[in-house]
Nanobody, 132 residues
Framework: VQLQASGGGLVQPGGSLRLSCAASGSPLDYYVIGWFRQVPGKEREGVSCISSSTGNTYYTDSVKGRFTISRDNAQNTVYLQMNSLKPEDTAVYYC??????????????????????????WGKGTLVTVSS
């Protein structure tokens, strides 16, 4: 499976971007697709994920209400719509696929490190820069 992330760029605070993650080599069915991001010098963190089989979506607290993950199984593509962008959203964004159940705690919060560990395929990142 190969993943191609695109859509990054330079945007002013408050602006929007839509990232795309196109998969080839396998349909998205029964995969979990996640978006992660990394700032140089910091650990990679989970941003959002979606189950292709159930459609359930999850977001890390810092992006809730601003980011929306969606999938188009016919196009084999997952999107991350990012609105009201903030300078702290600046990072390299990666998409990844895993044939796993989304790991959550008793409050249905995603265990992001566990999800990251369970991902089988990673795409090259796309840089998002939020700056005036």
């Amino acid at each position: 499976v190969q993943l191609q992330a695109s859509g990054g760029g330079l945007v002013q605070p408050g602006g929007s971007l839509r990232l795309s993650c196109a998969a080839s080599g396998s349909p998205l069915d029964y995969y979990v697709i996640g978006w992660f991001r990394q700032v140089p010098g910091k650990e990679r963190e989970g941003v959002s994920c979606i189950s292709s089989s159930t459609g359930n979506t999850y977001y890390t607290d810092s992006v809730k209400g601003r980011f929306t993950i969606s999938r188009d199984n016919a196009q084999n593509t997952v999107y991350l719509q990012m609105n009201s962008l903030k300078p702290e959203d600046t990072a390299v964004y990666y998409c990844a696929l895993g044939r796993i159940l989304i790991p959550t705690d008793m409050s249905d919060n995603v265990k992001w490190p566990d999800l990251e560990y369970g991902m089988d395929y990673w795409g090259k990142g796309t840089l998002v820069t939020v700056s005036s």
